[in-house]
Antibody
Framework: EEQLVESGGGLVQPGRSLRLSCAASGFMFHDYAMHWVRQIPGKGLEWVSSISWNGSSVAYADSVKGRFTISRDNAKNSLYLQMNSLSAEDTAVYYC???????????????WGPGTTVTVSS | QSVLTQPPSVSAAPGQRITISCSGNSSNIGSNYVSWYQQVPGAAPKLLIYDNNQRPSGIPDRFSGSKSGTSATLDITGLQTADEAHYYCGTWDSSLTTGTFGGGTKVTVL
C-alpha cells in the first residue's frame, strides 16, 4: 500500500525553526516529484513547495521563499521541509504528497499523508 | 484570494448531476494540466482527476474532468450522500512558477 507519514510538527515559538519529515513506503519514491501543501483548519489548500524526482529542481510559494527549504533523500525514501523564522501565519496542517510524475509541474498530487500540525505561538 | 476561481458552493439532490467550474488564465490552466481533489472534514485530500481527465485507480467513473482553454470542469453524476465534501482544483502556474489551488467548492447533497 502506498503510504506517506509526516512527522516533526508541534508547538514552536515565533522566530524559531522546525524540520518536518515525510516517510514514504509502498511505492517507488525516487520516481516521483514531491510536494508540501498546508491548510489552516477550516480554510482551503495552500501549495508550499515542490521538488523534482531527483532533487535537481525546487520551487517555493512566495510566502515561504527564503525561509523554507525542501529536500529529499531517495536512499531513505524521505522528504523534508526545513522551516526557519516561523511566524503565526505558518500555523497550519502540513501535508506531504507525491506527484503522478517526475516533474512537479504536472501537479497531480496522488498520495497524501495524514498531515502534521504546526502551531507557531508564544 | 486564489489564482483559480471556483464557486463557493454547489448543491443538488441524490442521483443528480453537478458541475464544478475552475477558472484560471493562460499561464496556469491554459498551459498546464489540471487536477481535482476531494476532501471530507478531518481527512487529507484525495486525488480524483489528474492530467485534466484521468482518474486514478479506484475512482468511480461518476467523476470526470475536462478542460477547455483557461477553464476546467469537474462533473459528478449520480450524486451520493458520500459525495458531500469540499472539492479543489489545482494546477501549475508557469508564469508565477508556483503550484496553485482553487478556493474550494463545498458540495451539499440535499
Amino acid at each position: 500500500e502506498e503510504q506517506l507519514v509526516e512527522s516533526g510538527g508541534g508547538l514552536v515559538q515565533p522566530g524559531r525553526s522546525l524540520r518536518l519529515s515525510c516517510a514514504a513506503s509502498g511505492f517507488m519514491f525516487h520516481d516521483y516529484a514531491m510536494h508540501w501543501v498546508r491548510q489552516i483548519p477550516g480554510k482551503g489548500l495552500e501549495w508550499v513547495s515542490s521538488i523534482s524526482w531527483n532533487g535537481s529542481s525546487v520551487a517555493y510559494a512566495d510566502s515561504v521563499k527564503g525561509r523554507f527549504t525542501i529536500s529529499r533523500d531517495n536512499a531513505k525514501n524521505s522528504l523534508y521541509l526545513q522551516m526557519n523564522s516561523l511566524s503565526a501565519e505558518d500555523t497550519a496542517v502540513y501535508y506531504c504528497t507525491s506527484d503522478t510524475a517526475r516533474a512537479y509541474t504536472y501537479f497531480g498530487l496522488d498520495v497524501w499523508g495524514p498531515g502534521t500540525t504546526v502551531t507557531v505561538s508564544s | 484570494q486564489s489564482v483559480l476561481t471556483q464557486p463557493p458552493s454547489v448543491s443538488a439532490a441524490p442521483g443528480q448531476r453537478i458541475t464544478i467550474s475552475c477558472s484560471g488564465n493562460s499561464s496556469n490552466i491554459g498551459s498546464n494540466y489540471v487536477s481535482w481533489y476531494q476532501q471530507v472534514p478531518g481527512a487529507a485530500p484525495k486525488l480524483l482527476i489528474y492530467d485534466n481527465n484521468q482518474r486514478p485507480s479506484g475512482i468511480p467513473d461518476r467523476f470526470s474532468g475536462s478542460k477547455s482553454g483557461t477553464s476546467a470542469t469537474l462533473d459528478i453524476t449520480g450524486l451520493q450522500t458520500a459525495d458531500e465534501a469540499h472539492y479543489y482544483c489545482g494546477t501549475w502556474d508557469s508564469s508565477l512558477t508556483t503550484g496553485t489551488f482553487g478556493g474550494g467548492t463545498k458540495v451539499t447533497v440535499l
